[in-house]
């Protein structure tokens, strides 16, 4: 699940990365719950100590519901890899602690960029790494309470000003395009 980025120019294309791939436990459960891709990053981060943070995420949600995720992604059951920017997005409003439900895909990142505050200068840490599959972009982490708005700017800074550096050297391109594949 999710496409990743592509680099192009006048005579081809390639996926050259993508964002670094991340269970997604229940399945397509977790589109509907982000509550679920929360957790997901959070356990990526912190392990079990998760269950002991501040986040609103855990704080909201049963705790038997939660440690049931954890089994489901130690035990790779019902937890395709994803590496969606949309499932990001519901990773952040979960985090956040805007709601456990969501009505329809997309509503997540619709949300988060409608209280995005543009004076807002932080943002997530990140890195991107060589992987088998192009180059990968590994999001970490740090609870923040603010906005979203330090979702767009990881994103501003990674993938509009990163990813082209760092794609061009690899692949030895010069002048490339870059593109989102599957992008709400």
Not at 109 to 130: C, H, P, Q, W
Not at 141 to 152: V, W, Y
Not at 158 to 169: A, L, M
Request: overall charge negative.
């Amino acid at each position: 699940m999710g496409r990743g980025i592509s680099t192009l120019d006048l005579q081809d294309f390639q996926r050259t990365g993508h964002l670094a791939y991340q269970p997604l436990p229940g399945g397509e459960q977790a589109i509907l719950e982000p509550w679920r891709m929360a957790v997901s990053y959070l356990y990526s981060v912190y392990g079990k100590e998760l269950l002991n943070l501040p986040s609103p995420v855990i704080q909201q949600v049963h705790p038997s519901q939660v440690e049931l995720m954890l089994q489901m992604m130690d035990k790779k059951i019902n937890s395709p890899l994803t590496s969606s920017v949309g499932r990001l997005f519901d990773a952040v409003y979960g985090i956040l602690g805007f709601g456990s439900r969501i009505t329809f895909e997309g509503q997540t990142g619709i949300f988060l960029e409608s209280i995005a505050d543009t004076n807002v200068k932080e943002r997530y840490e990140y890195a991107i790494e060589k992987g088998e599959d192009g180059f990968q972009v590994v999001t970490k982490f740090i609870l923040k309470t603010d906005s979203g708005r330090f979702t767009e700017n990881c994103f501003v800074e990674c993938y509009f000003r990163k990813i082209p550096q760092y794609s061009n050297r690899l692949f030895n391109r010069d002048g490339s395009s870059f593109t989102g594949e599957i992008w709400q």
